[in-house]
């Protein structure tokens, strides 16, 4: 099975980080081949909203994309990690999302989606937010539902944590490490 994983904070060693690294321990105890994306430190340009992708479902734009497009087309399993940001995902993990338009036209005005594959693919969202409010998860979660859909995962897990903020501040959560540990258990489950 194969997992495309992305990586949305900017902040090293942040509880993204740290939620992530757990989640994807379970995955390679399975034995799973993972790409992890850390993409603060990829070159990815915003979507232009060109319409160059509208006739082909395929970006014109070529930079650190290319790499993206072709792990998710091969992926069973995805994972999108972030922290919450204004009651949003990062800019590193929104604008990789606004680049699979791509994939929408694909799917939606080209009738052809991504094939569903031998493991049928499923996907994990993973978030981390300062404010105890529920409204920047909500959010967060709408685009990340986007997302997934688009790129033809019907399925996904949210597993989200507020009232977070301090860097390593998730390792003071009395289930957070474990909940990660399990949700990519059931992620890399084949059922």
Known sequence: MKVAAFHGSPRIEGNID??????LKA?????????????????IKPCQDCGGCDETGVCIINDDMDEIYDAI?????????????????????KIMIDRCQSFWCEKYLLKKPIPEGQYKRKGLLLLVGGMKKEIGIQCAEAAAKAFF???SIPLHETLSFTGIDKKGAILQHPTALKDAYEAGKRLAAIV
């Open 18 to 23: 740290i939620l992530l690294k757990e989640t």
């Open 149 to 151: 859909r688009s790129i």
């Open 73 to 93: 087309r091969e992926a069973d399993r995805v994972i999108l990690a972030s922290p919450i940001f204004f009651f949003g995902l990062s800019a590193q993990a």
């Open 27 to 43: 995955i390679d105890e399975a034995g799973h081949d993972v790409k992890l994306f850390k993409l603060n430190n990829l070159s």
